[in-house]
């Protein structure tokens, strides 16, 4: 069994190949195009590549395209991606302009290119659809509610990867079974005590997730991946006044406050100096007052949903940092954890100063909650699920 992972942007694309073997699936090679302007170009230049260097003989061979496809209006879950899933992605591209008209493309594309291949849609909401009604709802007018303006969540993929992973360090394997489970039928019942688990994705996009034994509760993310912690150039948590407000007082027009939202704001907009943070350490560590707040903002949001989502699971067990910044900023991890040995919370200063880009367990001995870090791998995941989706439809 062949699965390819499709990852496409608005000008973007890159792909994953996966053969499954006696252990499950590996990976076998990967590659990408940037500036893309014909996906169609792309797709048959990289079945080339994988026949050149004989990871395939033909492209017949691939049984399956997954997508990683993010918000449908209609849709969630991991489905087949038909003409249905291709509709609604247009119909939905006004909540993620960058992302649903490149998957609509690319599906289609892939249809023409390799016709014999499935093809399935995993969406990054998947894996908030047995969250709470009550945390998923905004208190608007029925009305906006069933014009489908409530709390999506993004990130799915990654943060169903930490907590399938998380699951699997803490030798839970009731849980590691349920995480397994969702997308395919009855979700499996959990043995042992609640295992409750906040996932950090930190990266140019990020998000805090609140996991109870395999399942999202609850997201940083809301209706767009516009809202939560301040992302790397958008604006995150904002007061919906803010918005008509800005449009009087300043005299913008709609579009060019989602301009500013979108593209000028986050830490972009808190340091002026970047959207990347390694840049803003640097200016931080040479004086300047707005990087040092916008390292100062990123940790206090974080900090405010580890907190939220501890008190809704009833406790924590485990706190997990993954993706960029998650993975190898060692001293945002460490003002992040601090001062929480009241619950529970130490870090290990050394381990966690050593440890970038690798997955390795950075709480002290003596600490009753474990921290992780654990290296973001979305493609696995979207594999994984498409060859569930295989299995669950054959
Ligand atoms: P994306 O959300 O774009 O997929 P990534 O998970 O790849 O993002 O994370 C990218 C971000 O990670 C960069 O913008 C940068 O801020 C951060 N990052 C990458 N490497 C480091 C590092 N060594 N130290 C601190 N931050 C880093």
Known sequence: MKILVAN???????????????NGLQPITQGGYQRV????????????R????????????????????VLGIKKTGCVAADDSVVNDLRSSADLAPAHNPAYANGI?????????AKRVALYETAFYQWAEPAGRRYAVPKSWHEAGIKKNGFHGASHKFIAERSAELMSRQDVVERV??????????????????????????????GILNGCAID???????????????????????????AMKKLELSPEEIEHQLTKESGLLGLSGVSNDIRDIIKAAESGNADAQLAIESLIYSIRHYIGAYAFQMGGLDAIVFTAGIGENSTNLRAEVCAGLEEFGIELDPEINQNTKGVEATISSDYSRVKVYVIPANEEIVVARETLRFLQRTN
């Open 180 to 209: 397994r489970s969702l997308y395919h039928g009855e979700l499996k019942p959990i043995e042992g005590n609640p295992l409750r688990v906040v996932s950090c994705h930190l990266g140019g996009s990020s998000s805090v997730t």
């Open 37 to 48: 302007t014909d996906y169609g170009e792309c797709i048959e230049d990289a079945l080339t």
């Open 50 to 69: 994988m026949r050149e260097h004989n990871h395939i003989q033909d492209a017949s061979e691939i049984d399956a395209v997954g997508f990683k496809t």
């Open 8 to 22: 496409l942007g608005s000008t973007s694309f890159k792909y994953s190949l996966f053969e499954e073997d006696a």
């Open 108 to 116: 289609e594309q892939f249809a023409k290119n390799l016709p014999g």
């Open 219 to 245: 997201t940083s993310m809301g209706l767009s991946p516009q809202s939560g912690l301040p992302q790397n150039n958008r604006v995150g948590e904002l007061d919906s006044m803010a918005v008509t407000y």
